[in-house]
């Protein structure tokens, strides 16, 4: 097996426990505190992410070296709110609506570069953006009365992903991904420590298989998923990655009883094809401006 071949397989082997662990998330969610569930998870994920920095080349010394000390934990603080917030949508909004929207991320992350980044945004991409908003409103469907201002929370939480997706670009450049996973890990469960006792709700002795395989999932999830980029470019990872709304969609119907209208299976399908352009447009000025550096 080539080294792309076995990065595919990262992949999909990734998207498949994400789907799983969303899955946990919403039937704990239904149960406890949300942000009891997130702390949870954080705590096992922070384990994951100290044995990794242990475990690279330098140790933990090199992984907590960062030149972008603060940056580096709104990062972990961001993705634990945004952790939080998509848990409360599964249980609120539903798991194939929150993924539905969800996937306009990379389209807000283009958005916001803008600003935060000063990246420029051509005619193609602007296009791109807007065709993925029309595909949002569809998902949203605000022309119909029972329209519920609730189902805004996936949208909060696809910004706040994309907040730290732009905190992670920036702190690439003088960040190893290890050093980023290890801040994203051990800040998170930091803030979510800080506020979940508060929230503490005793376990049932039956949820605690459930809550050890959200852990599972969190940990391995992303550990396959760094694999994969190690072996493959972002565009070639991005693709794939829409999948997880196939397999989200399907463990939603399966498991949960929720039904899918035809305005969320459109919608989904115009963000997601945007969002592959998007992607798709940025890698390849990337290309060219690799090769105008070269001359």
């Known amino acids: 097996m080539n080294s792309k071949t076995l990065g595919y397989l990262y992949v999909l082997i990734a998207i498949t426990i994400f789907a799983g662990q969303d899955a946990f998330s919403k039937l704990l969610g239904d149960k406890y505190p949300p942000i009891m569930v997130t702390m949870i998870r954080f705590w096992a994920f922070a384990v994951f992410v100290v044995l990794l920095a242990a475990t690279s080349p330098g140790g933990l010394r090199k992984a907590i070296a960062t030149k972008r000390p603060v940056l580096q934990v709104v990062r972990g603080m961001l993705l634990v709110s945004e952790v939080v917030v998509v848990v409360i949508s599964f249980t609120i909004a539903g798991l194939a609506m929150t993924q539905s929207i969800f996937q306009a991320t990379p389209l807000m992350i283009t958005l916001l570069s803008v600003p935060l980044l000063g990246e420029t945004v051509g005619w193609r ?3 791109a953006l807007a065709v993925g908003l029309i595909g949002v409103l569809i998902i949203l469907n605000p022309t119909n009365v029972h329209f519920d201002i609730r189902l ?4 909060g939480a696809g910004f706040m992903f994309a907040l730290y997706s732009i905190a992670t670009r920036a702190v690439s450049s003088t960040d190893s991904a ?8 051990v800040a998170g469960a930091a803030l979510a420590t800080l506020i979940g006792p508060f929230y503490w709700t005793p376990i049932a ?3 605690w298989p459930a809550m ?3 852990c599972i999932c969190g940990a391995t999830s992303h550990y396959f998923m760094i694999k994969a980029y190690s072996l493959l470019s972002a565009v070639e990872v991005q693709p794939l990655t829409y999948l997880q709304l196939v397999m989200g969609v ?4 399966a498991f949960f009883g929720e039904t899918v209208s ?11 094809g945007a969002g592959l352009f998007t992607v798709w447009r940025e890698h390849r000025l990337g290309i060219r401006k690799d090769k105008a550096e070269k001359i």
């Open 125 to 127: 991409r602007g296009v």
């Open 152 to 155: 805004l929370l996936p949208l």
């Open 178 to 185: 290890v050093t980023s996973v290890f801040y994203a890990g």
């Open 205 to 207: 002795m039956e949820d």
């Open 212 to 214: 050890a395989a959200l």
């Open 250 to 253: 399907a463990v939603a119907v």
């Open 262 to 272: 035809i305005n969320m299976a459109i919608g989904a399908v115009i963000v997601v």
